[in-house]
Structure formats: structure tokens, C-alpha cells
């Protein structure tokens, strides 16, 4: 049975979106162009594949999102007597006994103790030796908003806000003010690409399937599944070589209709890359490194192997899309016979597990301080229950793992956690107090963009006092 998180990649189903989207056979081509998923198709010869092939200025970002909207309220717990008392209150059957979470010691305090949940046991780790860090309270944002503004009704706030489509292309575009067209990921490769002065592919690598993270206007996103380039079901891959070579040979036949043509062109260049992609990834050095065999255990190997090889694709720059699903747990979030259990429990032991095997495949690769992991996703959820589950919210905390990570510490304004408070607009939905603009520009800055060009990436960038958070080095 296929996983609810593997994207469709099928040629038919591409295909068919295309068609539809197009208006005659000059839309069809336009389209074509705008959703390739392609880049280029020259073949690395005689490159070197290994860690010492690794570029010593080579970056790569990796971002992790977590679909649906984590309850960062159970992530992050709080174990003081009074802040666990309001937090006790306002969760009741969600509460995580203060006695299982794992204690944390951040490197600042503002007068509260806060440990993690159970299931974040390799985070914990990565927290005590200083390659994670925790972002408080992130959201996304017109322009900085405190309560008394949310509630007079003229202040801009982002549109549709507990919409689970409407909060996915905000984080991902940071544009919460207009209709976005591209995201801050695909704005980003655009302008770094020049680093990347003799590519064979794309710079942005998505692990789920089209997004809108990475949609550029020159860079365009190469979709790649966690067991290899994507191929044409029972003809490529060596599943049928002679009909594999046909096929190639028939692309490559000059096409007089222009849909032909495009068709040709674009299938033509999907199956080189595949080729590519699959005879260099062949070639490499199989890692030491075990993932679990999750969802997002296998997207952040094929992530590691990728960034193994990026000397063999002449990258110097590398921006990643995973994703993994089913956070969205209005019901079952917890079992109730053992709230340290249940979905969400589930949930985040796949991600530290995925999360701290990358993080040891970076080391043995050389380039622990050279890749940076972090969390993103619609929106927190509400600190009240609905007695199975909890609610859409605003504000939410996120991770952030690697080498040059300042770990240890929590960066950002924890709310206060009390329902009705000075930072909930209802319900315990926290307005936030760090925007998306801020978060992702601290990561473009650490990427290479200086600050000049950082409204580039991040338009809104101007309207938020901290650019940089410092939570890189």
C-alpha cells in the first residue's frame, strides 16, 4: 500500500496536470516550462565521489515540514510548579506528566524550567552538546502584532489564518500580504545559484513532491524520491532495456507539432536526469550511518547521500524540501490510558529518530557545520483541548539541528501559558512573537545572502527588529 506522504510522481499524472492547466497548445509549452521539474543534463565525468569531494564552502538547508500544524505546546513542556499548574489546567487530557519529560538546561532563562517530550530523546541529546536549538513562538506575520492591536481590528493580520492551505504557502512563500508567486526557498536559490558555477541539476532537491517552498522564477525545483531519481514506471531503470531505448530514441526524433515537441523535450530531459542521478548516487560510498526506516528517516538519507555527491553535480549550494504528514490531531493525540504515548507521540519519536541519524550522517560526511535542519509547519495548536486533540492556532516552536547551530538554548519569547492571556487571542493560540521573515532570514544569512540583498528573499524583512535571530554561527 502506498504511504499517505509519498507524493504522486507519475509522467501521466504530471502530464495531466499540465494539460489541464494549459490554454492551447502555446499555454501547454508555457506550462511546461513553469512546472519542469528538470535541470540540467550534462554528464559529471570523472568527478570524485566521497566526503573529501565535498566542497569546503559548500551550504546546503534542509527543510522539514511537518504537515498539518505540531503541537509544539506538548513539544516543548514546561516543569516549574505554577507554569505547569496553567499548563496542567488548560490541557487536561493532552498534558504530558511533568515526571516523563525530558529536562532541558537552555543557556538563558527567563525564570521558567522546561523539559521535552519523551519521544525527543535524540534532540534532547543534540540540545545538551549544542548542535539544536529551540525557536520560540514562530509565526507568520504582516508586521510585529501585540494583542492590543489583534483585537482593535486594524491591524494586518496574515489572511485565512487557521486555514491549513492558506498557513502552508504563507511559511512557505513569507509573503502573508499578497498573493505570493514564489517561495522564500526558491527566491533564495535564485539568487545564490551563481555559487553553483558548473551544476548538472537543480540546486533545489524536494524529497515530497512539488512545493511551494521552493518555487523560483530561474531556479526550478528537481523532485526526487527517497529510493532515486524518478524513472518511467517499467521502461527506465533497466526494467526493460530495449524498450528504455526506444523510448529515448523516440524523444530525441525531431516533432513538428509544437505539444510533440514540448513533450519530447521535457521527457527527453526528465529521463537523462534520472540517468544521471541514478548512475552518481550508484557510485557513492554507502553510508555508516543507520536511519530508521520512516517516512522521513528515508527522505533525510537520500538528503545525506545527495549532499555526498554534490561535488559529482558541481553544487555548492543545496536548498531541501522534506515533508511528512498527519500532525493534524484534532482527535487521538494522545492515548488516553498514557498521554507519553499515542499519534503525536508517534510522530515526533520519527522525527528525532530521522533527525539525529542525519545529523550523525553530516558528521561522517565532514559537514556537520557546512548543513543546517530545521522545522517548519502550518501553524501551532491550541493549548486547550478539544478532549481528543487540540485545535488550529498561530504561534508555534521549531527546531533547528546542525554543526553550526549555537545549540543549547532557546531562542525567541515563550508565550505565557495561560488561556486568555497577554499573548492568546482565544483558546491558547499564542499571537507570535517571532516571524517567519526573521527565522528564515537568520537561516539565508548563514546560507551566504548578505543584507543588502536579504529583501530579495525575504520582502517584509524591514518591517521586523531582529534579522537575525543568531542562532547560527
Known sequence: MKSPDAPDLSRRRFIGQACCAAVGATGFLSSLASLRLIGAAANPAGQAIGPSATAGDYKALVCLFLQGGNDANNLIVPTDTATYAAYLAARTTLALPVAGVLPIAPRTSDGRSWGLHP??????????SGQAALLANVGTLVQP???????????????????HSDQQVQWQSSVPDKVPTTGWG?????????FNSNNQISMSVSLAGTNFFQVGKQVSQYAISPGGAVTFSGTTGGNNPLRYAAQKDLFAQGQGALFDAAFAGISSGAIA?????????????????????????????????????????????????????????HAAQVDPANPLAGSHATLLTQLSQALTAFYA?????????????FTASDF???????????????????????????????????????????????RGRWIPTTSVDEYSGTLATWFGVSGTDLPAVLPNISRFAHPNLGFLA
Open 119 to 128: 519521544s525527543l530523546a535524540g534532540i534532547q541529546g543534540l540540545f545538551g
Open 145 to 163: 502584532t501585540t494583542l492590543t492591536q489583534y483585537k482593535s481590528g486594524k491591524t494586518p493580520l496574515p489572511p485565512q489564518l487557521f486555514s
Open 186 to 194: 526558491g527566491r533564495l536559490a535564485d539568487l545564490v545559484n551563481a
Open 273 to 329: 536526469n534520472s540517468d544521471l542521478v541514478n548512475t552518481v548516487l550508484a557510485g557513492a560510498p554507502a553510508l555508516a550511518t543507520a536511519f530508521p526506516n520512516t517516512s522521513l528517516g528515508n527522505q533525510l538519507k537520500m538528503v545525506a547521500r545527495l549532499i555526498s555527491t554534490s561535488a559529482a553535480f558541481g553544487l555548492k549550494r543545496q536548498v531541501f524540501f522534506c515533508q511528512v504528514g498527519g500532525y493534524d490531531l
Open 361 to 373: 550522517a553530516t558528521v561522517e560526511l565532514g559537514v556537520a557545520s557546512q548543513v543546517t535542519a
Open 380 to 426: 501551532g495548536r491550541t493549548l486547550s483541548s478539544n478532549g481528543d486533540g487540540s485545535d488550529h492556532g498561530w504561534g508555534n516552536h521549531q527546531l533547528v539541528v546542525g554543526g553550526a547551530v549555537k545549540g543549547g538554548d532557546i531562542y525567541g519569547a515563550m508565550p505565557v501559558l495561560t488561556v486568555n492571556g497577554p499573548d492568546d487571542t482565544g
